[in-house]
């Protein structure tokens, strides 16, 4: 009996021996890493949307995250930004516009659906909904019908399709 209590007395010993000796850890002092980061975290992905400037309709990108073509398009309706705006850019696409859907027709062309009669927009508002509705085409030039109210335009491309940048 008393080697098994002696066998029992040691293993008890043993276990907390290993665990501090057995990671290899060596104290230290406090170590700092410095303050932690400030400000206000900042979306690293765009959003590119079409706008009118001086009569012509011009590629814009804001900071965002990844959008359906219905969500750029209902941005596209609700306007430039104040910063935009500064910049001479506005919309011809009208509020009422939305919703919008997106789907594709049999033959793969895009057909923007809209709450208002299509035949009652302006051209650069079609164009501002056809080139929106066409980011991104990786595969080339996309056409797009825009209906509506029983009435349909196109299908179009996009003429606009630039390199988007900074309003201005």
Do not use: W, Y
């Not at 932690?36 to 309709?57: D, E, H, I, M, W």
């Not at 965002?64 to 309706?77: I, K, M």
């Not at 793969?108 to 056809?130: D, H």
């Amino acid at each position: 009996m008393r080697a098994g209590l002696a066998r029992r007395l040691l293993a008890a010993g043993l276990v907390p021996l290993a665990v501090l000796t057995g990671c290899g850890v060596r104290p230290s002092g406090v170590i700092t890493g410095g303050a932690p980061p400030k400000g206000a975290v900042v979306p690293t992905s765009t959003v590119t949307l079409f706008l009118v400037k001086n009569g012509r309709v011009s590629a814009v990108t804001r900071l965002g995250g990844r959008l359906s073509q219905a969500d750029r398009l209902t941005l596209l309706a609700a306007g430039a930004t104040d910063r935009e705006r500064a910049h001479g850019l506005t919309t011809d696409v009208p509020p009422e516009a939305g919703p919008f859907s997106v789907s594709s027709d049999p033959a793969g062309q895009l057909v923007v659906t809209l709450a208002t009669p299509a035949g009652e927009l302006s051209t650069l508002a079609v164009e501002q909904i056809v080139c929106t509705a066409s980011v991104p085409a990786p595969e080339g030039p996309v056409r797009v019908t825009v209906a509506g109210g029983g009435q349909k335009v196109g299908p179009r491309q996009c003429r606009s399709m630039g390199r988007p940048g900074e309003p201005g």
